[in-house]
């Protein structure tokens, strides 16, 4: 099991907006981050410290934190979104935690 | 920019030893962490270790302890992840990930920026 728990799966049509969520009681504590991974890819970071988006990543990635729980917003969805996405975090310990991973679908 | 190039597939039997790299540029290579991150077969992310490029001082996780040897060369800005004793178990994905840290106004900021394209470890009789 995870410390960091994401839904296993979300799906939207195109042009609608997509929300994953993460909850885990670290995130009352700790920043959360995105990754974005698609099929055969290596993670890229889509959302660091909660909210912020690094270069290059699209204005439609967006995130927030509220209580032990972060959630991840694609405005307007687009197909090439399509990916698993996963939420990252540390505990109190230090220890390095990922969610489980939402498996994103557009179409 | 930030480039992380790793080593090519792997196929190993069990018991054998593997030894994956990681070729950073595109910064100074002593200047940020480099940690091990594995990823199972339609599994999640698991993080294995760190190392300084600096001094060479590591940290592994628990879980493997005993059998994980990860170092560096700076010379060519390589790090090594060496991993023994190989199982079916340590079938995955293996990633190199630099890690940014900061502490601002009392707060940690700290993930992995930057990660390699990832090396398959195929371990089977």
């Known amino acids: 099991s995870y410390e960091l728990t994401q839904p296993p799966s979300v799906s939207v049509s195109p042009g609608q907006t997509a929300r994953i969520t993460c909850s885990g009681d670290t995130l009352s504590k700790k920043y959360a981050y995105w990754y974005q991974q698609k099929s055969g890819q290596a993670p890229v970071l889509v959302i660091y410290?909660?909210?912020k988006r690094p270069s290059g990543i699209p204005e439609r990635f967006s995130g927030s934190r509220s209580g032990t729980m972060a959630t991840l917003t694609i405005s307007g969805a687009q197909v090439e979104d399509e990916a698993d996405f996963y939420c990252y975090s540390r505990d109190s310990s230090g220890n390095h935690l990922f969610g489980g991973g939402t498996k994103l679908t557009v179409l | 920019q930030v480039q992380l190039v790793q080593s090519g597939a792997e196929v190993k039997k069990p018991g054998a030893s593997v030894k994956v790299s990681c070729k950073a540029s595109g910064y100074t290579f002593t200047s940020a962490y480099m940690n091990w991150v594995r990823q199972a077969p339609g599994q999640g992310f698991e993080w294995m270790g760190v190392l300084n490029p600096s001094s060479g001082t590591t940290v592994y996780a628990q879980k493997f302890q005993g059998r994980v040897t990860m170092s560096r060369d700076t010379s060519t800005s390589t790090v090594y992840m060496e991993l023994s004793s190989l199982r079916s178990e340590d079938t995955a994905v293996y990633y190199c990930?630099?890690?940014?840290?900061?502490?601002?106004?009392?707060?940690?900021?700290?993930?992995?920026?930057?990660w390699g394209q990832g090396t398959l470890v195929n371990v089977s009789a």
């Open positions: 410290e909660d909210s």
């Open positions: 990930a630099r890690h940014y840290s900061r502490t601002t106004w009392g707060v940690e900021v700290d993930y992995f920026d930057y």
